[in-house]
């Protein structure tokens, strides 16, 4: 792998450390709303997401499907924009803070499993 494609996805693992540590860090507060880790891992991740996916790859047998690639981004800006648009907030509906949680967990899902 190149140096960029590896410093991008390093950045995109911490994108995915910050979206799910903070969301971890709020349901065990008991207050649940949506804190800025989470706001700046959603976003972190949209915007290395959109990086590792763009022309940088090389083709072969390594380059993802493209179907694995819109899935993800698909996900990726539903979980932004439930961050995003909820993080004024103060309280946050809990089945709305869980399908967060749940939709960031089946995107790592995806881009793990999905060969």
Same mark, same amino acid.
């Given at each position: ?5 590896? /410093?991008? =996805?390093?950045?995109? =693992? /911490?994108?995915?450390?910050?979206? =799910?540590?903070?969301?971890? !860090? ?42 694995? =690639?819109?899935?993800?981004?698909? /996900?990726?800006?539903? /979980? ?23 939709? !960031? ?11």
């Amino acid at each position: 792998m190149e140096p960029l494609r590896l /410093i991008l =996805l390093y950045a995109h =693992l /911490i994108g995915f450390a910050l979206l =799910l540590g903070g969301a971890v !860090t709020q349901y065990m507060s008991k207050h649940i709303r949506i804190n800025s880790a989470m706001v700046w891992g959603a976003t972190i991740q949209v915007v290395t997401g959109i990086a590792l996916a763009a022309p940088l790859r090389g083709g072969g047998d390594a380059e993802p499907a493209p179907a694995k =690639l819109i899935v993800k981004a698909v /996900i990726g800006i539903a /979980i932004f924009a439930m961050a995003f648009f909820s993080r004024k907030r103060e309280v946050v509906n809990k089945g709305h803070f869980m399908a967060l949680v749940g939709l !960031t967990l089946v995107n790592a899902a995806v881009a793990v499993f999905w060969k």
